[in-house]
């Protein structure tokens, strides 16, 4: 076996974080016609490099196989929308972005985002390569490349006249495998005096958390703000700004511009979340390894608790056919025995069955039909979205339960 490498800093010095055992791809939803045939499994083994603290996925499929087909559409969550829309009206006007600015998001999925730009008559790009996706925000409107992002696309783009005041990539630097190629472009694409803003899961929170299902292999690297800011500054961008938002359990929103524009002040925000990592130690090896020993434990009481109730003759079904429910049932062994079926809003899942564990996916209105005593949210990130979605299962005294960080039943 080849010696493993960090993909950002090429220490051969790698640990392990969390082995998840062998699981499908987390979207390669399988089709009825194919139920009879083999699934790929892979080893779902997160590393971190003791030299950068980047936990990180080997590569095992290529970016093209992931997602040029593509079975997540953003515009499906309403929490996620609204998330959105504050977003474009505070850039709007921190930026003062006009008629006569750029705005390109990379990883543009179905348009979601773009939309309201275009709404407010500034012009737009968008960079998706998953081309089902793409087309719908064609359809919107909305100019889309369909390639994958870096340095070779970034600089077709500025031969083309781009240059981004407002540089977007929404929980989309998780999914690149070749980050410093990734960086690198955005340098490149970024104007003299542009914006980037990305959000992604924020580290602590997966390890405060215990959201060890956040794992899976569309995401290749998962994120500290310091090991995010040695990444960019790698590149001549430097990180003035950073958020703590909600969305996903706990992500950063960071704002970053070339090296030499001296427009824009760093922030006492970016020391005060470095510290917080500090604090919980996330610089140390040890923390990493506890951190596993802690997920171990929550698999088992996931199905201890679901092994309970179906002893007693209660019925249990899941909501959210999302790739981090993927990875909790994969990885728990949870089985059509546990989940009868999950429920999904988003069409073009419903009439598929999960990977691995080829549990059908229906339309959220099944719930209505059956009943069932208990449902399992698995996009628990969500969960008070769903609850007021499915609030009508009071009626026969059913109830939910949120898995992570622990399991949790509400009436």
């Known amino acids: 076996?080849?010696?493993?490498?960090?993909?950002?800093?090429?220490s051969s010095e790698l640990h392990?974080?969390?082995?998840?055992?062998?699981?499908p791809l987390s979207n390669s939803f399988v089709h009825e016609s194919n139920l009879d045939k083999y699934e790929v499994f892979y080893p779902l083994h997160t590393y971190v490099c003791q030299a950068c603290f980047l936990v990180q996925l080997e590569q095992y499929e290529s970016p093209k196989e992931i997602f040029s087909q593509y079975a997540y559409y953003s515009s499906y969550s309403d929490s996620w929308l609204q998330h959105i829309k504050e977003y474009t009206t505070r850039m709007i006007s921190a930026l003062r972005l006009d008629q006569q600015s750029s705005v390109i998001e990379i990883a543009s999925n179905d348009g979601y985002l773009l939309q309201y730009f275009l709404e407010n008559e500034i012009p737009v790009l968008g960079i998706e390569p998953a081309q089902n996706v793409a087309a719908?925000?064609?359809?919107?409107?909305?100019?889309?490349?369909?390639?994958?992002?870096?340095?070779?696309?970034?600089?077709?783009?500025?031969?083309?006249g781009y240059a981004a005041d407002l540089l977007i990539g929404n929980n989309v630097l998780a999914h690149v495998p070749n980050l410093n190629d990734f960086v690198a472009g955005l340098k490149i694409l970024l104007h003299e005096q542009g914006?980037?803003?990305?959000?992604?899961?924020?580290?602590?929170?997966?390890?405060?958390?215990?959201?060890?299902?956040?794992?899976?292999?569309?995401?290749?690297?998962?994120?500290?703000?310091?090991?995010v800011r040695n990444i960019f500054a790698q590149f001549d961008l430097e990180i003035y700004d950073v958020e703590e938002l909600p969305t996903h359990g706990g992500s950063l929103r960071i704002y970053a511009k070339h090296q030499e524009d001296v427009s824009k002040l760093v922030t006492s925000r970016i020391e005060h979340i470095v510290e917080q990592e500090r604090i919980a130690e996330l610089n140390l090896l040890s923390t990493y390894r506890n951190f596993s020993r802690k997920v171990t434990q929550l698999k088992r009481d996931i199905l201890h608790f679901l092994i309970q109730q179906k002893n007693t003759g209660k019925t249990i079904v899941g909501y959210g056919a999302a790739a981090k429910g993927n990875t909790l049932i994969n990885s728990c062994g949870i089985s059509k025995d546990f989940l009868a079926y999950v429920t999904d809003k988003n069409p073009y899942k419903q009439g598929l069955y999960l990977p691995g564990s080829r549990i059908p996916v229906f339309p959220p209105d099944m719930i209505k039909e059956t009943k069932p005593d208990y449902v399992l949210i698995l996009p628990w990130n969500i969960a008070d979205e769903i609850m007021a979605q499915t609030e009508y299962i009071r009626a026969w005294g059913g109830q939910w339960i949120v898995p992570i960080p622990e399991v949790k039943v509400i009436s």
């Open 195 to 227: 914006v980037v803003t990305m959000e992604f899961p924020h580290m602590l929170r997966l390890m405060l958390g215990n959201q060890f299902d956040t794992i899976y292999h569309e995401h290749f690297s998962y994120f500290s703000l310091q090991t």
């Open 1 to 10: 076996m080849s010696q493993r490498v960090c993909r950002f800093c090429s």
């Open 16 to 23: 392990s974080f969390v082995d998840l055992g062998l699981t």
């Open 136 to 160: 719908k925000a064609m359809e919107k409107g909305i100019p889309t490349v369909t390639e994958f992002f870096g340095t070779e696309l970034a600089r077709q783009l500025r031969n083309r």
